[in-house]
């Protein structure tokens, strides 16, 4: 099934969003599949944002992202990547929807709390740059039933 990337960045880890972000993501019904910390640097930095490398906003961006720890997740769902776009919100916070996470409770476009994948390809790559394959749990999530018909489970 379909993987995003989600990055907690430093900002939600200072200001305590962290619980708040997984528990949007879990409430949706995806699932969890990897989980760690870690301080990024700027090698990972750079290769993670390299369609921004030129981009004025660069620097700041990867300064910040150095800050402080980040919280990294793989999570899994049905055409999870677009459904969590939709549920992260515009780059912008300004501009994201209320009822989205950077909508509800960030305002500074480089202060928005939350990276997420943009395309499915992107989805895989970006799991894969971060998460060693031994990283990536496979279980059974017994609501599934629940939440899906039985083609969107395959
Ligand atoms: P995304 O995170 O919504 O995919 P991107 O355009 O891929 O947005 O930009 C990556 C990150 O770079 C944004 O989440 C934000 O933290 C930062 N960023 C993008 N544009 C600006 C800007 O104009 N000023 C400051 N930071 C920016
Ligand atoms: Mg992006």
Redesign the pocket.
Known sequence: MEKTLIIA?PDALQRGLVGEIIRRLENKGLKLVGIKMLSLDSELLQEH?E??LE???YA??EK?MKASPVVLMAWEGYECVNSV?LL?G???PRKADAGTIRGDLSI?????L???S?SKSKGESEVKLFFDPSEIFEYDKAEYMHIYESHERE
């Open positions: 960045k944002y369609e921004h981009k004025p906003f700041g961006l910040f776009r992260v515009d780059t912008n500074g476009t480089g202060r928005n939350i990276h997420a943009d």
